[in-house]
Structures are given as C-alpha cells and as structure tokens.
C-alpha cells in the first residue's frame, strides 16, 4: 500500500487536548470572550438588582470559562471607576465562575451572591456550557421529562439551555429585578487570531513541514509529557476531554479574590 505520513496540529478554543498544554485558538477566544462581556457588563446601568450569566463554549472542560473570566479581570485594571457615582469596580467584577470540573453547593452559592447583589446591584456569573450539567440532567429528569440526546447519546447542551436553568435557580434567590442571559462562543470562536496565538501558529506550522518533509507523523503541540515543549507528539497519545486543572495557582487565586473560596 501507500505509506502516509500526516502531520496535525491541535485546533480547539476548549483547550481540552490530551497530552497537549495548549491548543491554537484559544488564548484569542478567552481574550475575545472577555471582550464580549466587557460591553455586556455594562447593562448592568440599565436595571437595578440585575443578573447577567455570561454562558461560555466548554462542554467538558472549563479551561476557556477559567481564562475568559481571567482576562476579563485584567482589562478592568486599566479602567477608571466611580464608587461616589455607584460606578464601582466591584460591580463591574467577576462574582462567580462555574465549571465542571467543580462542584456546586446552590445553596452555599445562593447565599454569598445575595450579599453581592445587595451589596453591588448586581451579579455577574462566567458559565461553562457544560458545568451543572449532572445536576440539571436529574433536576429534568425527576420531573418525569425526557433529556434531549443526539445520535451517540450525549446531552444536548443547546436544548437544555444551562445558561437560563442557571439563571432560573439563582434569580428567585438573589431577588433579581432583571435576568441577562448572553453567550459569548460564536463571537469569540470566529475572531482572528490573536499575538499569542499566532506565534504559536507560526511555530507549530513550521515544526510541522519539517516532520512531514521527514515522513514523521503526529501532532505538533505544546507536550505536557515534555514539559510543556513544542514537539511531535505520538498520535496514539492524543485524546480529548482532557479537564481543567482547577488547583493551578491563577485560578485559585482569582477565587479567592471574588470570594468564590
């Protein structure tokens, strides 16, 4: 037969690639996505007691909430605020982030969020598609529905809607005025590459001619069994539904800086 050789690169905004520490495109989407919600948030001026769930792409890794909420964090640091005005930073913050690699206590979460309602006006909640969805799969079940699947038998996400089941369970009990429901996947998955992202671009694409040149074949990745190194990696190796590593230190520290933990 013909010997052929092919050569990949790791193309997924969810970041959820195994063993590969980084996948091209989605540092620009969590960069993008911070954007979306930077004009989002400010529709919190509009109504008082308002809660705004901002739905994110990651149906079983929640890397790209993480980061989205992350960077959206960064560019309210080189903004100005008013607190005499009721323009404060803290309205305009991240009050919480769910992902599924986390569980949720709704009654724990509940409580806290009340307080920040009460205390801002408002409440902002970064969502991964996927978090919850164990939990909202037994709430629809108990109910005697029937859990929309597709062909493989996995949850349709897009049908159970999670951004308004969340929005449903938490607005009764942080006494919301107004329920703000926005996904950000489409606009920050078709945006153009971003520096980040194009360095690595431009290096895994060159890495990759030159093994294909070699008759070499794999993926071209950041390889988390190398220390994070740019390499071919075995294809037998490569997998998805990688998680999120939730204990890394930029996203324990976040929650403790919105007093998630």
């Known amino acids: 037969g013909t010997k052929l050789t092919v050569v990949g690169l790791p193309k997924t905004v969810d970041n959820d690639v195994v063993p590969v520490k980084q996948t091209l495109g989605a540092w620009t989407a969590a960069e993008q996505g911070a954007i979306f919600f930077e004009n989002i948030a400010n529709e919190n001026t509009t109504s008082r007691r308002q809660l705004i769930v901002h739905e994110v792409m990651g149906r079983h890794c929640g890397w790209l909430t993480a980061a989205t909420a992350y960077e959206y964090r960064k560019l309210l640091e080189s903004r100005n605020f008013l607190p005499g005005l009721f323009i404060s930073k803290q309205r305009w913050d991240v009050h919480a982030v769910y992902v599924p690699e986390m569980d949720i206590d709704f009654q724990k979460e509940s409580a806290r969020l009340r307080k920040c309602m009460d205390e801002n006006d408002c409440v902002n909640i970064f969502l991964s598609e996927g978090a919850g969805r164990d939990t909202i799969v037994r709430e629809i079940e108990s109910q005697g529905k029937e859990v929309p699947r597709d062909a493989f038998g996995h949850v349709r996400l897009d049908e159970i809607n999670p951004g308004q089941w969340f929005a449903d369970q938490f607005a009764e009990a942080l006494g919301a005025d107004k329920t703000l429901i926005q996904k950000s996947g489409y606009f920050a998955r078709s945006a153009k590459p971003g520096e980040r992202d194009l360095d690595l671009i431009k290096k895994s694409a060159f890495m990759a001619v030159e093994f294909a040149l070699k008759e070499k074949s794999g993926l ?42």
Do not use: P, R
Request: overall charge negative; proline content about 0%.
């Open 220 to 261: 071209i990745g950041l390889d988390d069994n190398n220390d994070g190194k740019l390499g071919l990696i075995d294809l037998q190796l490569i997998k998805g539904g990688k998680e999120f590593d939730t204990s890394q230190s930029w996203f324990q520290n976040m929650l403790i800086e919105i007093g998630q933990k």
